[in-house]
Nanobody
């Protein structure tokens, strides 16, 4: 059984940085595409960033390009989301998601496994 566990969320101020982690168990990360999504109160879940398996390809939403970086450490079976220059509109619950042999896809329906989420709050 695949499990994804996020950590690293918290309350920060505008302009600060946070690094989220997603530890994967029950699945080798080398054959696993992963992504981060987020959901703010009263809004639909939205794509943030994704990273493919194999040859590393990354994609980002327009709202986080240049501020967020997704990366993977296959030896630790962990995917990270480095978030810099945070803004109040980044406030949301952040979820990691994964699927075997997937591309770096923006569509949530392409991901089979999901974590429980970690809260990120950015004050102005």
């Amino acid at each position: 059984q695949v499990q994804l566990v996020e950590s690293g969320g918290g309350l920060v101020h505008t302009g600060d940085s946070l690094k989220l982690s997603c530890v994967v168990s029950g699945q080798t990360l080398t054959s696993y595409a992963m992504a981060w999504f987020r959901q703010a109160p009263g809004k639909e879940r939205e794509f943030v960033a994704a990273i493919s398996w194999g040859l590393i390809n990354t994609v980002y939403s327009d709202s986080v390009t240049g501020r967020f970086t997704i990366a993977r450490d296959n030896a630790k079976n962990t995917v990270y989301l480095q978030m810099d220059k945070l803004k109040p509109e980044d406030t949301a619950v952040y979820y990691c998601a994964g699927t075997r042999f997937g591309a770096a896809d923006r569509e949530s329906r392409m991901y089979v496994d999901w974590g429980q989420g970690t809260q990120v709050s950015v004050s102005s």
